[in-house]
């Protein structure tokens, strides 16, 4: 079942109507977003998956709409202040790791699916090492790719040494993208079984005549 028109990212996680592959195209939209922000030096400061709308595009995919983004254009970063480019990328790589194993395994885990990711510079310091062991322990047997949960773990680590969004948005990116070239090769590889079965079955019926 598709997801709703409108209905925002959290809904859809929710209902589970996205694939992997939905999932990762959306977020790479919103990681273009922050990136745009960032060149103006402003940030976005409270992402999470109900600020992120989903609307239905004609090739029978999504565009993804920050419906509080006009709030955020505000939000200058400074050195005083809470909200800022690090903060984006630790919310948006958390925001990865929801949707991608889903709310209801960190709902089992952490006791609240949808964790705020507002002002994540104000979580205790035990609660980011959790999340981040968490992460490594478990992104890779959930089935989130080695190279994207790699940068994943990067931007879940201390604000000083996160990477830039653009180095989250080109695995996120990176990541689709595998995700479509398998799709690619299971369809060839169901093809050609298809056209072999299909072989053998000509000869077994020219054998009997």
């Known amino acids: ?5 409108g209905e925002t990212l959290a809904a859809a996680l929710v209902r589970e109507t996205l694939d992997r592959a939905e999932i990762l ?6 990681a273009e977003v922050l990136q745009l922000l960032g060149e103006f030096e402003l940030v976005h400061g409270h992402l999470s998956a109900h600020s992120l709308r989903l609307t239905a595009t004609a090739d029978a995919g999504y565009e993804v709409v920050l419906v509080d983004l006009p709030a955020s254009l505000a939000l200058e970063t ?7 480019a690090a903060a984006d990328v630790y919310a948006l790589a958390w925001l990865t790791v929801l949707a991608l194993v889903g709310p209801s395994v960190l709902e089992a885990e952490f006791g609240v699916g949808f964790a705020a990711t507002l002002e994540v510079e104000l979580l205790a310091l035990e609660v ?3 999340r981040r062991a968490w992460a490594a322990e478990n992104l890779e047997v959930l089935g989130v790719s080695a190279a ?21 948005a080109a695995a996120i990116r990176a990541a689709w993208v595998e995700i479509q ?28 005549e």
């Open 128 to 130: 980011l090492e959790q």
């Open 148 to 168: 994207l949960a790699e940068v994943l773990l990067f931007a879940l680590g201390e604000a000083a040494v996160r990477p830039r969004v653009t180095m989250l």
């Open 1 to 5: 079942m598709p997801a709703l028109e």
């Open 181 to 208: 070239q398998q799709a690619a090769a299971a369809e060839s590889a169901g093809v050609l079984e298809e056209a072999l079965a299909v072989a053998a079955a000509v000869e077994a019926a020219e054998v009997v």
């Open 25 to 30: 195209l959306a977020l790479g939209q919103v």
């Open 78 to 84: 400074t050195v005083e202040s809470e909200l800022t």
